[in-house]
C-alpha cells in the first residue's frame, strides 16, 4: 500500500515539474524547413538603418585637348625641318580667309605676292606689302604695320622673346636693290622697336632668331648676327666667294648652317655650305657642291639639320646629306638631270619618318631615305617647278607646284590625298590649322579671290564659292 501512494506522489511530482522545465532548462528542436524560413527571414531583415547614398556627380565630356604648337620661323623651327607636332587638315575645310575684298575693306591698296606666313603666341603672321597679325582661330585683324612715307618690301618673319623680326627692303627690283634692312616689332601690338641697314639688299635670305640672336644673309655675301633685344651687331661675316646669299640659315647645335650662290654671273665660281659659330661667326667648315658644266651650281636651298646631319639641295640636280659636325659628305643623289640650265632644288626639304621630302624644278616630289638617299617613292606633277618648302605633319606632306595646285599627299606612299589651285605656296602649320599663301592671287584679282587660307578639319567653309 505504501508502495502504491509512493508511486502516485512521484508521478504527480514529474507532471508538475515539466512545464518549467520546457521553460527554463532546453530548447525545442524545429525542422530544418522551419529553420530555413527562419533564417531567410533574418538576412532580409535590414541589420540597420541605411544611410543614403550622395549623388554621383556628373562631369562634362571633354573634347580631346588640340596640342598647342608653333611655326614661329619659315620651315618651322630653327633647324627648318619642315616637321609639325601637330595635328593636320585631311580634307581642305576652310576655317577662315581673307578675299581680295577683305584687304580692301580694311584700306589695303599693296601687293600680293609671295611670302612665308608663320605662327606663334595664337596668331598667323603674313608679309605682303604690310605685315599682319591675325588670330590663329577666327582669322580676325589684331595689328598690321606699314612704313609711312616710304617704300617698305617684307620679305621674311621670324617670332622670339614677344617679338617679330623682319627682312625687308627700301625697292622691290630685285636686279638693283637698295641696302635692305632687319626690323623689330612688338609681337602683340606691332609698335616699331628697332631696325638695322645690311651692306646690300636682302633679296632673298629670311632672318633666323636663335640665342637671343638675330641672324640674316645679304646680298653683299655676307651673314649677319645681331642683338636681338636692340639690333645692335655681334658679329658680320663675309662667306668667301659668295656672291649672294639667298639661302635662309639654319640653326642647330650652337652653330648656323647657310648656304652660298658663287656663279650667278660667271657659273664658275664655287658655290659651297658654310658652317659657322653662332657667338662669334668663326667658320667650323665648308662643302663645296659638285660643279656641273651648264647648270647652276648654287645653293639657293636653306638647309634642314636633324639627328647631326645637314640636308640640302643645289640647283645643279643632286640633293646631299653631310655631316653637321665636320661638313663631311655621307650620301648624295642626283635626283635632277634634265637639258635645262635649273634643273635641281631651290626648296628647303622636310625631314620626319625616316625620309627627306623635296621637290624639283622638273616636276617632282621625292621621298628619299634618310639614311642613304635612296628613292622611297616620287609624284609627277607635271611640267611646273616645286620652289615649295614642304610641310610635313601627322603622317600627310604638304607642298605647292608654280603655277598649279596645292597639294597634300600621303607621307608614307605618295598617294594624293586633297589638293587645290594655289601655286608653289610654302605653308605654315600649328595647332591643327594649316595657313596657305595663295600664290596665284595676282593672277585673278577679283573679290572672292582667296589670299589667305586657314585650313583645318574643324573648318566648314568652302575655299572658291
Known sequence: MKKI??????????IGCAPQAEKEGTETIKPIEDIKEESAEKITEPQQEATPEEPIEEKPVEKPEVKETHWSTFHGNNARTGFSESKAPSKPNVLWKWTFDDFMKINYDGNFEGNWPIIDDNKVFIALEDIFALDLKTGKKVWSYSEQGRSFFPRGLAAGNGKIFISANAGDNLKNLPPGYVY???????KFLWKYQTQKGVSHSLPLFADNKVFAGDDSGNIYALDADNGNLIWKKYLEDAEVIYSSPAYSNGMIIVGTE???RSNAMPSRL????AETGKELWRFQVDYISGKLNLIHSTPAVSEGITYVGSENGYFYAISATDGELIWKNKIASGAEELIGVSAAAALGYGKVFIGTYEGKFFALNQKDGKIVWEYNFGKANADSSPVLADGKVYFGAEGGYFYSLDADKGNIIWKEKLGKSSAALASGILIVHNALAEDSLQPATPVIIAFSDEGKGLLWQ
Open 262 to 264: 658663287g656663279s650667278a
Open 184 to 190: 623689330a616689332l612688338d609681337e602683340n601690338t606691332g
Open 274 to 277: 658654310y658652317s659657322l659659330d
Open 5 to 14: 501512494i509512493f508511486i502516485l506522489i512521484l508521478l504527480i511530482f514529474i
